[in-house]
C-alpha cells in the first residue's frame, strides 16, 4: 500500500532516495498544482488541483525534464523507466518538468503520472487528448484514439514543436 504524502519538496531533483533507498520506489506524492524555481519563495500557482506523482528509478540512457517516460517491461511497473513511448502509444509518465540538466542512469525522480502537468509539444497541438510523439515529446489524438494518457488543459492551437502546454495526466489508467 502506497502512502500519500507531499512531494513539493522533491519536485525538481534528482537522487531524492537514497541508493539503498528501493522500498521507496514506486511510492506516491501529490504536489500542488504550482510552478516553483523562481525568486526564491516565490511560486506561481495555477490551480487548486494536484499533480499525482511516483517516486521512481531511470533504468536506461539519459532522460530529458518534461518528455514522456516508459516503465521498464515486466519488473519496472511503477518504480523503474527506460526511455520514451514509441509513437502514437500511451504515457506512463512524465519527467518532472523542473529538473535542470538530464536525469543520468540510476537517478531516481518524480514521474508525473496523473493531474496537470506541463508537456512539450511536437508539432502543432490541436485534439483534445495526448499520446506519445515516439520522440519524448507529446502529440494531440482524436477521440477515441487507443493510447490517450491525457487532455489538454489550454488553448494549444498556437503550441509548436518544442513549445509546453499544460495537460491533464491521467497516465497510470491510460485507455
Known sequence: MSTF???DQLRGQTN????????????????ADEKTGQAPG???RYSSMHTVARIVKNAGSA???GHAASYVANTGYGTQVSGNPADA??????????????????????????????????GNIAGPYIVSAGSG?????????AGR??????????????????????????N
Not at 515529446?137 to 484514439?145: P, R, S
Open 149 to 174: 494518457s491525457g487532455r489538454v488543459l489550454e488553448d494549444a492551437s498556437s503550441k509548436t514543436d518544442g513549445q509546453t502546454f499544460r495537460a491533464y495526466l491521467h497516465c497510470d489508467v491510460a
Open 89 to 122: 502509444a500511451a504515457i506512463d509518465g512524465i519527467v518532472d518538468p523542473e529538473i535542470t540538466g538530464t536525469v543520468a542512469t540510476g537517478d531516481t525522480f518524480l514521474l508525473f503520472v496523473g493531474g496537470p502537468a506541463t508537456v512539450i509539444a511536437s
Open 42 to 44: 516565490h511560486k506561481t
Open 16 to 31: 531524492i532516495v537514497d541508493p539503498e533507498g528501493d522500498l521507496k520506489l514506486g511510492e506516491i506524492v501529490l504536489l
Open 137 to 145: 515529446k507529446v502529440k494531440t489524438a482524436a477521440i477515441g484514439t
Open 63 to 65: 532522460l530529458t525534464p
Open 5 to 7: 504524502l507531499s512531494g
